[in-house]
C-alpha cells in the first residue's frame, strides 16, 4: 500500500460525458502527478501540482482539467468524453516534488467509455 | 517519438537465475532515472532509481547500470523469485527545466518460472 488513495476504482460512462477523478497523497506529500495509461501504452504524464499551483503540463487535452485543493487532494476533470479516452489514469504524490524526488503511485482508476 | 524505450515486451526466466531487464533513453537531458515494478489491478511501486552521477545503484537482489555514453541503463535482478513476476517500467526525468515528470517506457513483463 503506497498511502496514495484514488476514487472510483472503476468508472463506466457514455461518450460525451464528463466525469471527476479523486487523488488522496500520502500524508506529507505536496505534489501530485497525473499519469494515463491507454492500452498498450506507457504512462503518460498528465500534469503536475504543487501545494495547490500548476507546476507542469504533459500532453493533457484542453478537454482535462484538474485541481489541487487546500487539503491537498486533487481531482481530474474529464469532459466531452471520446471512446478514446478508455484508460488507466493514475495519481502519484511526492514530498516536494524535487527532481529526485521518488513519486509513489496510487492503484489507478479504470476509465471505461462506451 | 518514444524518448525512453523498453524493446523488450516480454522475458521469461527460470527462478534462481539472473534477470536483465533494459532500457533505451534518447533525451540526453535525462539525469536520473528509476525502475518501477507493477502487478495486475495496482498502481506501479517504486523499486530502484540511479542518478546520472553514478554508474551503478545496488538494492539488495536488484542492481541497475547506467551507461551514459550509449544512453542505456539496465535492471538486473538475481536470484530471480517467482514474485518477481511483474511489469516492469524504466521512467526518466529532467532536472532541468522545473519539471519532475516522469517519462515512462511501455514496460517488459517478466515472468519467472518455478
Known amino acids: 500500500d503506497s498511502g496514495v488513495t484514488q476514487t472510483p476504482k472503476h468508472l463506466i460512462t457514455a461518450t460525451g460525458q464528463r466525469v471527476t477523478l479523486r487523488c488522496s497523497p500520502r500524508s506529507g506529500d505536496l505534489s501530485v502527478y497525473w499519469y494515463q495509461q491507454s492500452l498498450d501504452q506507457g504512462l503518460q504524464f498528465l500534469i503536475q501540482y504543487y501545494n495547490g499551483e500548476e507546476r507542469a503540463k504533459g500532453n493533457i487535452l484542453e478537454r482535462f482539467s484538474a485541481q489541487q485543493f487546500p487539503d491537498l487532494h486533487s481531482e481530474l476533470n474529464l469532459s466531452s468524453l471520446e471512446l478514446g479516452d478508455s484508460a488507466l489514469y493514475f495519481c502519484?504524490?511526492?514530498?516536494?516534488?524535487?527532481?529526485?524526488?521518488?513519486?509513489?503511485f496510487g492503484p489507478g482508476t479504470r476509465l471505461t467509455v462506451l | 517519438d518514444q524518448q525512453v524505450k523498453q524493446n523488450s515486451p516480454s522475458l521469461s526466466v527460470q527462478e534462481g537465475r539472473i534477470s536483465i531487464l533494459n532500457c533505451d533513453y534518447t533525451n540526453s537531458m535525462f539525469d536520473y532515472f528509476l525502475w518501477y515494478k507493477k502487478y495486475p489491478a495496482e498502481g506501479p511501486t517504486f523499486l530502484i532509481s540511479?542518478?546520472?552521477?553514478?554508474d551503478k545503484n545496488e538494492d539488495g537482489r536488484f542492481t541497475v547500470f547506467l551507461n551514459k555514453s550509449a544512453k542505456h541503463l539496465s535492471l538486473h535482478i538475481v536470484p530471480s523469485q517467482p514474485g518477481d513476476s511483474a511489469v516492469y517500467f524504466c521512467?526518466?526525468?529532467?532536472?532541468?527545466?522545473?519539471?519532475?515528470?516522469?517519462?515512462f517506457g511501455k514496460g517488459t513483463k517478466l515472468t519467472v518460472n518455478p
Open positions: 540511479i542518478s546520472s552521477i553514478k
Open positions: 502519484a504524490s511526492s514530498v516536494v516534488g524535487g527532481e529526485t524526488d521518488t513519486q509513489y
Open positions: 521512467a526518466a526525468s529532467a532536472s532541468q527545466g522545473g519539471s519532475e515528470k516522469l517519462v
